[in-house]
Structure formats: C-alpha cells, structure tokens
C-alpha cells in the first residue's frame, strides 16, 4: 500500500524519456488515478478510470500508451476516441507534446476540418489517432480500414469522457470506429470519464477474455462520496428571471470578479449569441464557444480565451467536458443543466490540479428542483452567494445592460442569426411529415 502512495512515475515503469517529458511540463509526482492505472495498463489490463474533473485522467492512459508504444514505435498504435473536437485537439496537442523527443505522428481527426487534409494525413500512417467518432467514421465509410492509418494493426482504444460516447448520439459512429479495429480480446481497451455512468458500469460484467488479463476499475469518487474536486467551491444566488443579464453583468464585474478568467454556461447558443453581444457592448473582453460557430471561429475562440485576450468565455456544453484551461477561476451557469452529471463537468472547469476554483449558479424559481437533483448527486450543499446582493446596485446596472441587450437583439436580428438552425429544423420536421402551418 504504502509503495502505492509513494509512488514516482518512474516506480509506475513509465519510460525514462517519458519521466523527462513529463518533468519539462511540471508534471512530477503523479496523481491518484495515475498511480493507480499506468501500472496496470503497463500489465495489458483493460481499464475503466473513474476520477474527479481535473484528476489527471489524460496523463493516467497516455503515459502507459506511450510507454509501451516507444518500446516499438512504428506504424498505428492507438486510437483515443472523445465528443468533442476541442477536446480531441487539446488531447492531440498532449500527446504531440509528450511524444516529441520520440518523433511521434499524431494525426488529429474531427468535424469542422478538412477532410482531405486529414486523408493526406491518416495516409502518412500516424502513430495515434486522436478523434471525434463522428468524423473517423466518415474516413472508414468512405476509404475503408485499410486505407486509414492501419486501424486493424491498433493496440490501444481509449474512450476519454466514456460515458458521454457511449450514450445514444454516438452509437452508430462508435460501433462503425470499433469495427475497423482490432477485436476486444487483441486490443487494449480503456475507459475514463469523471462521471461513472450505467452504461459505463455495465462493461465490468462482460466475460473475461481468454488469455487476457482481467479489466482493472478504479473510482475515485467512491472513496470520499463527494463527486467534485475538494478545491471548489459550490455557491448559487437566487436570481428573477427578467434580470438575468444584470446579475451577470454586476457579477462577472464585482471587486472579487473583475479580473477573474470565467466560462460562463448557457443551454441555447440563441442564449450564447445574445450574451456575447451584450457584454461585449458593456466592454467585458468576451469571447464564444458553441455548436453554430463555424469551427475556425470556435478554434479562434477558445485560443482567444486561452491567451487571456478573452477573460470571459461564453459556452453551451460542447465546452462542458474535460477542456483544461488551469487560470479559469470562475465558473457560471447561467442557465442549470437538466442532467447533474453535466453540473459536474460544467463546474469541473475550474479547480483543476488541486487548484481552488468558485461555480455560481443562477437559480431561478423554475430551477430548484434542478438544484435539488444537483446536490444530492454532487452531495454537497451548495451555499449562497454573497457577491451580488444588493437590488439598487443591480437596478443601476440594468438600464446600461437592458440598452446593451436591445442592441444585440436588433442586430441579431438584421443578420438572421439563427435562420440556419431554423430552417434545419423545419428539413427535420418536414421529414418527419409535419406540414410547414
Ligand atoms: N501528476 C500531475 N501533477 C500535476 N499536474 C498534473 C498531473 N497530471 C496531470 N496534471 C495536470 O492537471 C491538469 C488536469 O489534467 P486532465 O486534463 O488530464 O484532467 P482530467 O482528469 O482529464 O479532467 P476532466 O475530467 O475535466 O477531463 C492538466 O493541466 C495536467 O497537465
């Protein structure tokens, strides 16, 4: 036991040209999960990981990935599958980090890019494919496994985020990815997300394969029963609805907030758009991150945001899983998720590496029920916020906002945003045989 806690990277058996990468980013004594998974992995187990946002996760399957890879560093070796492509490009980066005394080939593949250059790129026979599962099917349906970077050969899949790739939306991707790889008993398969689900859980009772060693679980989060990092601090402030903006604006410009970098969440890009535009009329350094963005501009943003030009990023959940951007301070759902798991990663955003961090919510009359569902989940109480209390100030505030928000609608409103999404929707419903009236 004791060897476990004071474990070294270089105990666990990573490479020592690892041990180094990782000591050049700062990254020294390994975390719970690292410790507890890289010497399994290294053992050829299967591994589901279940640990707190900001735990380290990404670390825990790379390093044991890369350990083994450079003992034979040629040809495909692994596929890291992710939903998002913000995450699948910060992963790619990490991996092209770690690996770039080795001369890795990573080849990134997500929607929103070029498919070509991604052809060109697969065809160059990269050592890991870091992907959206989306995306990589489209590269197997219309070139088939052959063609893409020897998928047959891969000795490693990785679902990162897992219980949100193995939900409904992913299924018929998922299974087109998996299909083009290596049968379960001749490739490694490791699972990792912050929020352990059913259907996560359900793959601990599939048969042992013959030959194979058995599939090593790990969760944190059993441990302590609390679902959040111990650094963050949970708050919320009731807020009436027709006010929201307001209560945003006085907050994100409070004593406490003012130079604080914050994601703050909505649950429409309608709600983001309106947003964005409102506060950049208010002068607050604001940037976007949502589904109808083209994605050079969802790229642009959150580089915007990264380098701090941006202090304020506003974003529906394709910002929500594993995104670690260590100076977020603060984290606001403006809008409550319907489904607490969110919460977990929304708020995850922030306090990450044992950083401190503070998630406020806004709380409506409609969202308690939420917020119940929240904290029992989380188990925690959150507590309320005393950073925007008092009516005459936000009463000043709101003639300035209110102007600010009618300009953005107006605008809106001469471009059409949102006529995209409209008329997408009427396809969809027209398919589904309702007339237009
Ligand atoms: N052993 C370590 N010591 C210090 N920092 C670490 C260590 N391992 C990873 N980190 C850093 O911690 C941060 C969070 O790691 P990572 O993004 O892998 O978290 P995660 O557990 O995947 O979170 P999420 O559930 O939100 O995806 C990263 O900046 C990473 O570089």
């Not at 945001?305 to 910002?319: K, S």
């Amino acid at each position: 036991m004791s060897e476990i806690k004071n474990a070294t990277f270089k105990s666990l058996g990573l490479s020592r040209w690892l041990q180094e990468a990782l000591q050049a980013m700062k990254i020294n004594q390994p975390t719970a999960i690292q410790k507890a998974c890289i010497p399994e992995i290294l053992k050829g187990r299967d591994c589901i990981g279940g640990a707190k946002t900001g735990s380290g996760k990404t670390v825990a399957f790379a390093a044991p990935m890369l350990t083994k890879w450079s003992e034979d560093p040629s040809g495909m070796f692994g596929v890291v599958l992710t939903p998002t492509r913000e995450l699948a490009m910060q992963i790619a980066e990490q991996f092209t980090a770690l690996g770039s005394s080795m001369n890795i080939r990573v080849a990134l593949v997500v929607g929103g890019e070029s498919i070509v250059d991604q052809a060109i790129q697969l065809q160059k026979k990269p050592h890991f494919i870091i992907a959206t599962p989306g995306r990589l099917a489209h590269h197997i349906m219309s070139s088939g496994e052959d063609t893409i970077g020897g998928l047959k050969r891969a000795k490693f899949l990785v679902l990162d985020e897992a219980d949100s790739l193995l939900t409904d939306t992913f299924a018929s991707d998922l299974a087109t990815c998996i299909g083009a790889l290596p049968s379960k008993d001749k490739r490694q398969t490791l699972l990792f997300t912050a929020t352990i689900t059913d259907q996560v859980r359900a793959l601990e009772d599939a048969p042992i394969q013959e030959g194979k060693p058995p599939l090593f679980t790990y969760q944190v989060e059993s441990v302590d029963k609390v679902a959040i990092p111990s650094t963050l601090k949970t708050e919320y402030i009731l807020v009436p609805e027709h006010v929201k903006e307001a209560y945003l604006y006085q907050l994100l410009t409070c004593e406490t907030y003012k130079d604080s970098s914050a994601i703050i969440f909505v649950n429409r890009t309608m709600t983001a758009e309106i947003l964005r535009r409102t506060l950049y009329h208010l002068e607050v350094r604001v940037a976007s991150l949502h589904s109808q963005m083209p994605q050079q501009e969802r790229t642009n943003s959150l580089h915007r945001f990264r380098a701090n030009v941006a202090r304020v990023l506003i974003a529906t959940d394709v910002a929500s899983r594993g995104l670690d951007i260590p100076t977020v301070e603060l984290v606001i759902n403006y809008d409550i998720p319907a489904d607490p798991d969110t919460f977990i990663h929304r708020a995850g955003r922030t306090a990450r590496a044992g950083r401190s961090g503070d998630a406020i919510s806004f709380v409506t009359q409609r969202d308690v029920s939420r917020i119940e569902a929240i904290e029992k989940r989380i188990n925690k109480k959150m507590t309320e916020s005393d950073k925007v209390h008092d009516t005459a100030v936000i009463r000043k505030a709101l003639t300035k906002v209110t102007k600010a928000k009618r300009e953005s609608l107006m605008a809106m409103e001469k471009e059409n945003f949102g006529e995209r999404k409209r008329v997408q929707k009427r396809k969809e419903l027209a398919s589904k045989g309702f007339r237009r009236d």
